[in-house]
DNA sequence: ACCTGAACACCGTTCAAGT
DNA sequence: ACCTGAACACCGTTCAAGT
């Protein structure tokens, strides 16, 4: 409950403060959380500080959240692709992005909020580009195609955040459709559709669909060729 | 600038305000300014009433938003869906999804930030479940298809979003490649990134690719059996 | 039933002032 | 250079009080 003690320097009067630690706190701050927790009052009383100095250091709430998403994503600089075929590893990447996001989904879900995504996903969108590279993609095709993948797993992600944060419920997706007096709708689908899909699954068969709309592997992708 | 006089009825002293009437006001002030402008004092202040009787009527801002976002869905109710085969119908039912998310980006911007989204698209919701139902697709697998579909459409709509309101601008996608040194992508590659994609071409290309994967027409797209 | 003013507990941010 | 306290201009919400 307490702040924690701050190191005193030597003089006795610094906090001892930089600019990385302000940031590092805030970071975790945020993952342990979530994003609402993150106020300049609340942030410079965990560290035993003015609020007015994180100003000094960081600046404003905007330049703070920044500095925090990219270290966060300095963290998912290096990862490790697997997969036979060019299309086995473009999807392997955009796992990646998914776990990642649900790993650390406040900071994530924060990153969504002031449009960051970019800059948190920076290290897997050049991973992705990479992966398209060798399948062959160039140009404006590559583009779109990493394009259409991230923004298609953003979507699915969206989704994913608002499950664990069930929020007013009342206008969740599934209790909407439980009043629906379904016409020309098959009963089995209203049904279904009460009940929340299985999202990894159908993240697999949504994202497949796209990696194979623009990547065709020369090899069938169970059998490379040795 | 000046707030609308409000028509004070025959008392005198009764402001003459309802439910609606606050709603109404409400969903004009999102949909001409934006999320960040109905604040409960700035609502009050244009419907020239103390900010309290807001709470009287409506509730709090949650429940406003909630009724805001219900009432734009009611416009949403009767639209025409066109087009030969199962999956071009289904395609059609996703453009309406697309064009009327940003006519209303505002509002629509909104219910994403408060996990309303289904309350507002609901009504084209079970517009899609009805194509798909006549595309032959039952219970789960329909389901499925329904909510891969809107799971895209909203990624990309979050990115569309992102664009008009360029933000920081610093950590925009196209400006983070502009200093990326590419290793193992293609300098054209990088070229293109450093520009937006054509998002409603792309849109296209995508969502077809995901009905594509669930919806088999049994006749040819573009020449349906008489 | 309908509406008000005052008050509470928060925000982000600025700025003159301290050492 | 580093840090502080006071202050400004906002929020959403509650509640006793008016008619």
Redesign the interface.
């Known amino acids: 409950m307490k702040a924690a003690t701050s190191p005193l320097r030597g003089t006795g009067r610094r906090a001892g403060l930089d600019h990385d630690a302000i940031v590092e706190r805030a970071l975790t701050l945020v993952e342990a959380e979530g994003s609402t927790a993150l106020t300049m009052r609340r942030l410079a009383a965990e560290l035993g500080v003015a609020t007015t100095t994180i100003y000094w250091h960081v600046g404003g709430r905007?330049e703070l959240i920044?500095a925090l998403?990219q270290r966060l994503s300095e963290r998912h600089a290096e990862i490790e692709i697997e997969g036979a075929g060019p299309s086995e590893r473009v999807m392997c990447v955009a796992r990646h992005v998914w776990d990642s996001a649900l790993a650390h989904r406040n900071v994530t879900a924060l990153a969504?909020?002031?449009?960051?995504?970019?800059?948190l996903e920076?290290p897997l969108?050049?991973a992705l580009?990479?992966e398209?590279?060798?399948a062959g993609?160039?140009?404006?095709v590559?583009?779109?195609a990493?394009?259409?993948i991230?923004?298609?797993?953003?979507?699915?992600l969206?989704?994913a955040f608002?499950s664990d944060?069930p929020?007013?419920a009342?206008?969740?997706?599934r209790t909407?459709w439980a009043d629906?007096t379904?016409?020309?709708?098959?009963r089995?689908?209203?049904?279904?559709?009460r009940?929340p899909?299985?999202l990894p699954a159908?993240f697999e068969?949504?994202v497949r669909?796209?990696v194979?709309?623009f990547v065709v592997d020369v090899e069938p992708r169970d059998a490379p060729v040795a």
Chains 1, 2 share one sequence.
Request: aromatic share 2%.
């Open positions: 905007d920044t998403i969504h909020q002031v449009g960051a995504t970019s800059l920076m969108e050049i580009a990479r398209l590279d060798t993609l160039r140009g404006e590559a583009r779109d990493l394009r259409a991230l923004m298609c797993v953003a979507g699915f969206v989704v608002r944060d929020g007013p009342r206008h969740q997706a909407l629906i379904a016409d020309g709708i098959d089995s689908t209203v049904t279904a559709l009940e899909p299985d159908l068969t949504a669909a796209l194979d709309r």
